[in-house]
């Protein structure tokens, strides 16, 4: 069974880190893309950031560049994303997502497994 | 960047009727390899989001076949022929063709029952 479970999560002060990790059970890791979808309170879901099988092609939402970085570790079937000089507007479930096809270099989408979500609140 | 636009914000519909959604994109989806980079996912509350559609136009595994995606290029549709009271949720388009920009979500789309 495929299983993606997120950690990490909880509340940090403005300014403050946190690292997200998704731990993948029940497929080939290494042969998908991966990404992080969130949803801010009373908003809808926007596209955080995502990275090719290999670990060698990473993107981020522009609202994120130069504060958080996706990373992966496909020897310990994990998906990161250090978050970094966090902001209010960063307060979000974060979900990790799997892409639907092993080994489809052009499909970065097609989201079929999530996890459960990690909520990140970032307050004073 | 490529803006994804949906419509309406809102959708009460009544069981057993039809409900479209509209999902415009500010540039064509069409891959030169002929399929249309756009899914439709639906948010239902307190869970996670699912995917329902892929490609424009196929549906996801275990996905009902009241469910139906149709477009190409900057127009797409969803459609659920007969709506059933567990459609409620909150549904999105999400065009898929990767750039620097990365992926979009559209605005999403509440849909509960009259």
């Known amino acids: 069974e495929v299983q993606l479970v997120e950690s990490g999560g909880g509340l940090v002060q403005p300014g403050g880190s946190l690292r997200l990790s998704c731990a993948g059970s029940?497929?080939?890791?290494?042969?998908?893309?991966m990404s992080w979808v969130r949803r801010a309170p009373g908003k809808g879901l926007e596209w955080v950031a995502n990275?090719?099988?290999?670990?060698?092609?990473?993107y981020h939402v522009d609202s994120v560049k130069g504060r958080f970085t996706i990373s992966r570790d496909n020897a310990k079937n994990s998906l990161y994303l250090q978050m970094n000089s966090l902001r209010a507007e960063d307060t979000a479930f974060y979900y990790c997502?799997?892409?639907?096809?092993?080994?489809?270099?052009?499909?970065?989408?097609?989201?079929?497994?999530w996890g459960q979500g990690s909520l990140v609140t970032v307050s004073s | 960047d490529i803006v994804v636009t949906q419509s309406p914000l809102s959708l009460p519909v009544t069981p057993g009727e039809p409900a479209a959604i509209s999902c415009r994109s500010s540039?064509?989806?069409?891959?030169?390899?002929?399929?249309?980079?756009l899914d439709w996912y639906v948010q239902k509350p307190g869970q996670s989001p699912q995917l329902l559609i892929y490609?424009?136009?196929n549906r996801a595994s275990g996905v009902p076949d009241r469910f139906s995606g149709s477009g190409s290029g900057t127009d797409f549709t969803l459609k659920i022929s007969r709506v059933e009271a567990e459609d409620v949720g909150v549904y999105y388009c999400?065009?898929?063709?990767?750039?620097?920009?990365?992926?979009?979500f559209g605005g999403g789309t509440k849909v509960e029952i009259k």
């Open positions: 997502a799997r892409s639907r096809v092993a080994f489809d270099y052009l499909s970065p989408g097609q989201f079929d497994y």
């Open positions: 029940g497929f080939t890791f290494s042969g998908y893309w």
């Open positions: 990275i090719n099988q290999d670990g060698s092609k990473k």
């Open positions: 540039q064509s989806l069409l891959h030169r390899n002929g399929h249309n980079y």
């Open positions: 490609f424009g136009s």
């Open positions: 999400m065009q898929a063709l990767q750039t620097p920009q990365g992926l979009t």
